[in-house]
């Protein structure tokens, strides 16, 4: 395990302290209890977005804080969820008394110790809303199991929903959104390698020269099957069937084409298989009317990619575009 | 006689020692099967029990409990920080401030935990989750409570010992809840590192009784 | 090697029509010969901007082009300077009579293909300038030699210069600019990692476990030296400290500290790097004014990092400030 | 007997055969003291030479390495496409139209190429480059057009194994022009790809003239 850390228990400490010298003038960061939260927040009358999660899927969540997207991100330890040490006071500083809308991926961890938060925040009197994102289409859902994870979609969730609020929507609209957005957005991952967690030392799996892993997670966890190296247009097309069948996409539709790096694979691969999702999506009639290609959603250093689609309405389609300030994602602003 | 507030600090105590010790034991048991960060979850949350418990003595077995429930509730995270904090704090609840436990209220403790894990977790027998220690544990020390003259080793020892076998059972199950679940059938054929764990802690609840 | 390619050879043209599907609101991008011109150009008026380079450093050019940066960028095979044939038509096709400023990373090839170009368009009749980027002190300056490599100080010399030819500079105002911040920048990289040339199959070195490669440049080319693996504070250390000593950096000043990504490390570990030379810089009274985090110019997949920094004036702030809206580096606008 | 455009179209040729059948090891040789693509770059310029030429078939020996020249600048990029551009430009001027090549045009031809590299890259001898290999194959060329009897394949001959041996000189050499130069002293021990390739031509003349 080689890396640019120094002791692998304070990556996130002092991960999160450079972010915060890097970008004082979009947040503020806390150290213990960690969380960041906009610069400018509370933001009178407005609702409040707070996400969180384990670290180690930079920029995600703290590179979205910021005017038009989240107003705190709350990061826990590498692939870990954060603890409602953390949660609670992340949500208490955004709150303007309009209440706080908590976007979580679903995961156990993070919807336990986010659910505990809420709770606490309720009884110091704040209204609260949450939106649970699980589009990995990876998984098999089931009323008996965990249920889906939430991957890509998480970025564009946090976008429109906190576009959303910036616009002034009151708590239950934002939540609505967010809600929308997750319900037509469906993503699938591959790993060409999989990654170390420095804690850990090691890493979470190992893949032959010759094989990759489908149906991955963004937490260094193994996929749903293993199968030989393929070339990318191949992979594209195993990656997208699922994503689209799901969505139940159709001629005519608007989407969101979304392709995600997920930390060590070049920015020039990530457009080939762009390029392949975009002809396939146009064959079948589909207009990609917006698009996003990028290291957005990770898994520390691994090599892979995932592909996310959202079906787009108007008013996601007018939230995507409203401006956006953040250290990861800016536009209009 | 029963179990009080020094088998308590050294139940802890121990159950910290095991969390270092099998760290990277723990840590191996979540690679496959989930995200390889058990054992540093654990052993975080018991260093920082442990700080806790010498910064803030506790009075009572129960007070004890309690204060290892928001310790691990908040330097934790993860699935198992809840889940553990909630098994905590139900016991605490369940010893109330009594001084001394007897056979009855150890069992009514370890259930609350059990029960307590349940609810927050949804995960039922067979989901290949640390419910699969406890619960075996639970209904152990229901019958050995019941077998046994009271004696509270005796109790300790069944739990102790159906949660290991119940560790052990979780290896052909098939995961659906937790992050083992997203492997589907691939996560038979794996422990549950978190059935570990359990086993674990209700093992230093032995020793410390010793 | 695996890659998320489909044939070797095409890996340049199908990443570079993704790139153009997926940013045809801004680039419009020509497959034979190769080149990606800014969408509204040429801007009448206005000096042309043209960069270009080898493949692989993504988003390097290509990322760069739109208001405010480049007009046009010429993508070579994978680290391959691009050919005259390529590097004219995008000359022609940006000028509005202004004349067209080359940006050339220093290196044989680079230079060489550039220069036949500027020739062929000068005898086309369009006024040309170059600016040439050396800002690599990991490579000995001299006379005899080939000298420092092109770096990260090549998107800084891309912004500060695109920026003043938005604002109507004229040709040789705008190459000066340009001039004046190569002069004040300087880089220096690591590699934790080698990279893997499509066509060319195997890594371009191996690199043991505990081992890490000081002063590499961007083509996947070995460094100036080898040694044990450090931490990431001990290692951002050694970059620093030859940046720092080459510019004469003293307390007073105010500069741009640019920690750039080779494509394969995590962001939380670019941050690592960036507090600990933030504060390295802090303690000697130097000011960060401004700040530039993630990846940049690449290498491929490599693992590692560069840290670039740049000496800044009231008027290379202001230009660095100047609104922007390119594929990778947008704000402003 | 001079050489004439069937030697050129051959020469042409077999060089592209040169460049396919050590496009790995040309590569191979650029890795440690250069990005690896030596052999791509030269493999793909030839077979769009070879394209070339029998789309637009020439009708003197200085048009095929016209052709050549326009061909290899537009199709190689990197350091060899302008460098092999120019030599071949140059060697193409001092053949002029003319149909058949005498042994003093030759070592006209071979010196202008020589000249052009320089012009365009100023490496000098011992700055571990192509030049290392073009010097030496102009001496050997110039001195046997002198001995022999006008004989063109003597000179081929000659200039061919200069270069092959100017090559091997590089090895001990510390690069000062080009990619190897910012390895300083490490690239001693190393062979310089393009001494290689200039080798690889100059013995494929050779070989279309036998
Ligand atoms: N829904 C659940 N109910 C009960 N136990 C669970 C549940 N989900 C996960 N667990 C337990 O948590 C353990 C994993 O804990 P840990 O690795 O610390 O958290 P995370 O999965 O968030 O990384 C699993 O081995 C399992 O025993
Ligand atoms: N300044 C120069 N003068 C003469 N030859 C040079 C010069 N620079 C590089 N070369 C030659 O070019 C070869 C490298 O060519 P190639 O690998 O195709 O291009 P690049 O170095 O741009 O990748 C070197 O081996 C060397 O022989
Ligand atoms: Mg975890
Ligand atoms: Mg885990
Ligand atoms: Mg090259
Ligand atoms: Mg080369």
């Known amino acids: 395990m080689k890396k640019l850390i120094n002791d692998p228990r304070a990556v996130v400490d002092e991960s999160v302290e450079g972010f915060g010298l890097a970008h004082a003038d979009l947040v503020t960061v806390f150290a213990d209890p960690k969380y960041i939260v906009r610069r400018d927040a ?289 536009w209009g602003a | 006689m029963g179990l009080d507030l020094n088998w308590a600090l050294q139940w802890l105590a121990l159950s910290a020692r095991a969390m270092a010790d099998h760290r990277e034991e723990l840590i191996e048991l979540d690679r496959p099967i989930g995200d390889s960060d058990h054992g540093e979850n654990m052993d975080r949350g018991f260093k920082a029990v442990t700080a806790k418990l010498a910064e803030t003595p506790p009075e009572t077995p129960g007070a004890a409990l309690k204060l290892t429930a928001m310790t691990l509730r908040s330097k934790v995270g993860g699935a198992a920080g809840p889940l553990y904090g909630t098994a905590f704090l139900r016991a605490a609840t369940a010893l109330g401030d009594h001084a001394e436990i007897d056979a009855a209220t150890l069992v009514a403790a370890l259930q609350a935990a059990r029960d307590g894990i349940v609810a927050r977790g949804k995960a039922g027998p067979g989901d290949k989750t640390m419910v699969d220690a406890w619960t075996p544990a639970v209904d152990a020390a229901t019958a050995a409570a019941a077998a046994s003259d009271g004696d509270v080793r005796k109790v300790l020892d069944a739990a102790a010992e159906a949660a290991e076998a119940g560790a052990v059972s979780t290896d052909p199950m098939e995961a659906r809840k937790g992050r083992a679940s997203y492997l589907g059938e691939r996560s038979i054929g794996h422990r549950d590192p978190g059935a570990v764990s359990t086993a674990l802690i209700l093992r230093a609840a032995v020793g410390a009784a010793a």
């Open chain 1, 42 to 330: 509370p933001v009178a009358g407005k609702v409040g977005l707070v996400s969180g999660g384990g670290s180690g899927h930079e920029p995600l969540h703290g590179g979205y804080v910021g005017k038009g997207m989240l107003d705190a991100a709350v990061p826990g330890a590498v692939f870990t969820s954060p603890t409602p040490d953390q949660i609670l006071p992340a949500t208490l500083a955004v709150n303007s008394g309009a209440g706080v809308v908590h976007i979580v991926k679903n995961y156990t961890g993070d919807v336990l110790n986010f659910e505990t938060a809420a709770e606490l925040a309720q009884a110091e009197g704040v209204e609260m809303r949450s939106v649970l994102v699980n589009d990995d289409v990876a998984v098999q859902d089931s009323l008996y199991t965990a249920g889906r994870r939430g991957v890509g979609g998480t970025v564009l969730v946090e976008k429109i929903a906190g576009a959303a609020a910036e616009r002034g929507d009151s708590l239950d609209a934002v939540a609505a959104i967010g809600d929308r957005v997750n319900q037509s957005v469906r993503s699938m991952g591959v790993a060409l390698t999989a990654c170390t967690v420095p804690h850990a030392g090691a890493p979470s799996f190992v893949l032959e020269e010759n094989e990759i892993e489908i149906g991955i997670g963004i937490h260094g966890e193994p996929g749903r099957h293993r199968i030989p190296m393929e070339n990318a247009d191949g992979i594209t097309d195993r990656l997208l069937e699922p994503v689209v069948s799901d969505l139940g996409l159709a001629a005519g539709d608007n989407v969101l084409l979304f392709v995600n790096g997920m930390g060590g694979t070049p920015q020039s691969e990530l457009y080939i298989i762009y390029r392949r999702a975009a002809q396939q999506l146009a064959e079948r009639g589909v207009t990609v009317a917006r698009s996003l290609v990028g290291n957005y959603i990770t898994s520390l250093e691994m090599q892979g990619c995932s592909i996310t689609v959202l079906r787009l309405d108007d008013e996601m389609t007018a939230l995507w575009d409203a401006p956006v300030h953040t250290p990861a994602l800016r």
